[in-house]
């Protein structure tokens, strides 16, 4: 008999990786310059938590009375999610919980921990006794790796793992994990069983290939969500920045175009072996 | 007045304490005499007694949680054993360091106190206020924070100060006792990936090759250029995978790589068979710390803006002269064709060795 798993992913939204990135300060605190139209993806390694989701539903589908279930949860500008799901979308089938909320990565992790906690506790259908808790083990915005973590601890979650690149269901609810450790090693556990929280890193699965009748079936709730996605307002707490910019170092590169190869090696050799 | 609570652990083995925790161990005595703070120090281990005299001798009051339990990382037994530690010690600023350990429960256990935590902090001052640099949108923005609430954990990523070395010294270590909840997680062990290092599929040529090495000098990039047509018009991806392989043997370098080379196996591109996601730099990878960096055949931002923001002194092999990439990032850019300096460069490094 088939596990029927919940999975709620957790996912931002960041700039495109190819985006020059300017900070600046606004009213409400340091932002990037023309953020709002910004070329926007989900966040790289959140996505990769979004695949492995719908991948592990996928093999363990449930049964009709009892299916399997994806949600993905977004805390950002429903304008900019909008533009993200339309191929986000395409990808997997889930089912969207928008908030509606500030972009970027200066925001306090807190209060977004606790705006996407409230937003999972409330999730209609959700059994949280069996909750997979999934979502990226650090932003590409804020790259703090906790948010997650307090969401977690916000819904009283006690297993968790970080920097996930496996996870193997086993017929009797248990699984085993793969969680990166220092020196490009893993560390293996094995859970009982949910709940848990998994945030991951890149994986194992290649981004899934655009699927325009997967895309058509998810937009069908994606858009009624958009439209009915509550508004949170994240208090800043006690974080105060003091400067933001870009990083000044500008170096001065040699060109060194007419060596032979042998020349370039010793003149490499010397420089490894250089204190 | 603040008071000061440096977290530490012990190392794989369990004899000593890890390098980052010793780091970390130099930051709290040193905010400690900026602030005029009190310092202690807490560790976490299976037998503290055995660690704490390499940290007797840093004036601070010892406290520790000790048992089998708390011998391999877990969350549910680090975060108790954290919070105990934070509870006894009553702290109003704590500095652990930005291990796989700690990272995984420190937020937790700042929450489970009522505080607050910003990690990867690049620095860390005492002025008017505690400030503490880190980095946004990885790498590509930097910022100074302060915070006025408090236990404010702080997460310091390693490489940054120098480790504590001070003479061993018997120690007087405080127990706190933990009341765990029940465990539901078990730890295997530690795993280094299969790597093949022909690429042939062959399971009796399956290695383990340590190719990540985070004490390392150099770290070596390899970039999408080494699977590429060569002037013959072939590729020579075995030949490039040999040289590298070489060159890593050779030098003792650590391996990255850039994520197109790293992710075009999944598009039935040759690829180079020892690398995976762990070795990618960049944006969706690590952001390692060494003292050089030798980039080949890469042309990109990640590797060399995201992946190298940490590297001191960088230099690259390219075949673009005009490689906007490389200018203003790298130290010293050679133009020249990489399969024939790798080649030459592993014979003069062998040799120097024999």
């Known amino acids: 008999m088939s596990i029927a798993v919940q999975i709620v992913v957790c996912a931002g939204i960041v700039p495109d990786p190819l985006q020059v990135l300017e900070p600046t300060t606004n009213s409400n605190g340091p932002g990037l310059k023309n953020e709002m139209i910004l070329p926007a993806v989900l966040d790289p390694w959140a996505a990769s938590a979004l695949y492995e989701a719908a991948n592990l539903a996928a093999k363990n589908p449930g049964t009709p009375q009892d299916p399997s279930k994806v949600w993905l949860v977004s805390l950002c500008p429903k304008s900019k999610l909008q533009q993200v799901m339309m191929t986000v979308a395409q990808k997997v089938s889930f089912q969207l919980v928008p908030i509606d909320g500030p972009i970027g990565g200066f925001p306090d992790a807190h209060a977004t921990a606790a705006a996407l906690a409230e937003a999972i506790a409330a999730l209609a259908g959700l059994d949280r006794n069996r909750l997979l808790l999934f979502g990226g083990w650090e932003s590409a915005n804020r790259s703090a790796g906790v948010t997650l973590q307090l969401v977690g601890e916000h819904l009283g979650i006690t297993d968790q793992f970080q920097g996930v690149d496996q996870i193997d269901l086993r017929g009797d609810g248990s699984f085993e994990v793969l969680e990166r450790v220092e020196a490009g090693k893993h560390q293996a556990s094995i859970c009982v069983g949910p709940p848990a929280v998994l945030g991951w890193a890149t994986g194992n699965l290649p981004e899934p290939r655009n699927n325009p009748q997967v895309g058509m079936a998810n937009m069908r709730n994606i858009m009624p969500a958009l439209q009915k996605a509550r508004s949170a307002t994240l208090a800043t707490g006690s974080l105060k920045y003091i400067s933001v910019a870009r990083p000044r170092q500008q170096r001065t590169t040699k060109i060194v175009k007419d060596l032979t190869p042998a020349q370039i090696a010793s003149e490499l050799a010397a420089w490894i072996g250089a204190k | ?354």
Request: proline share 5%; with cysteine.
């Open chain 2, 1 to 354: 007045m603040e008071t000061i609570l440096v977290l530490v652990h012990a190392d794989d083995s369990g004899a000593a304490l890890t390098k980052a925790s010793l780091e970390t161990v130099t930051a709290g005595i040193d905010l400690a005499a900026q602030l005029v703070a009190s310092l202690t120090i807490g560790i976490v281990s299976a037998d503290a007694n055995a660690v704490a005299a390499a940290v007797a001798s840093a004036g601070a009051r010892l406290l520790a949680v000790s048992g089998h339990d708390f011998l391999q990382p877990r969350y549910s037994t680090d975060a108790a054993a954290c919070e105990a530690l934070c509870r006894a010690a009553n702290p109003s600023i704590v500095l652990a360091p930005q291990s796989a350990r700690f990272a995984r429960v420190a937020a937790a256990v700042a929450f489970r106190v009522g505080g607050f935590i910003d990690t990867h902090i690049a620095s860390v001052s005492a002025g008017p206020s505690i400030e503490a640099t880190r980095w946004f949108y990885r790498q590509r923005v930097e910022a100074t924070i302060t915070r006025d609430g408090r236990p404010w954990f702080l997460l310091l990523d390693p490489g940054i100060h120098n480790a504590f070395a001070g003479e061993p010294a018997p120690a007087s270590v405080e127990q706190i006792t933990v009341d765990l909840p029940q465990l539901r997680t078990t730890v295997l062990g530690i795993r280094a990936p299969k790597q093949n290092a022909h690429g042939n599929g062959d399971a009796s040529s399956l290695h383990t090759w340590e190719t990540i090495r985070p004490e390392a000098n150099l770290l070596f990039v390899a970039g999408a250029g080494w699977t590429k047509k060569q002037p013959d018009g072939q590729t020579h991806t075995s030949e490039a995978a040999d040289l590298i392989l070489g060159f890593l043997h050779a030098s003792s370098a650590s391996l990255g790589s850039s994520k197109s080379l790293v992710d075009q196996g999944g598009d039935g591109q040759p690829v180079l068979p020892f690398l995976t996601h762990m070795n990618q730099i960049g944006q969706t990878g690590a952001t390692p710390r060494h003292a050089k960096g030798l980039s080949t055949c890469c042309h990109g931002e990640e590797p060399h803006v995201v992946g190298w923001r940490f590297i001191a002194d960088r230099r690259a092999i390219s075949l673009d002269p005009n490689c906007g990439w490389t200018r203003g990032k790298a130290d010293v850019v050679y133009i020249a064709n990489a399969f024939e300096v790798m080649a030459e460069l592993n014979k003069q490094l062998e040799a120097a060795k024999t």
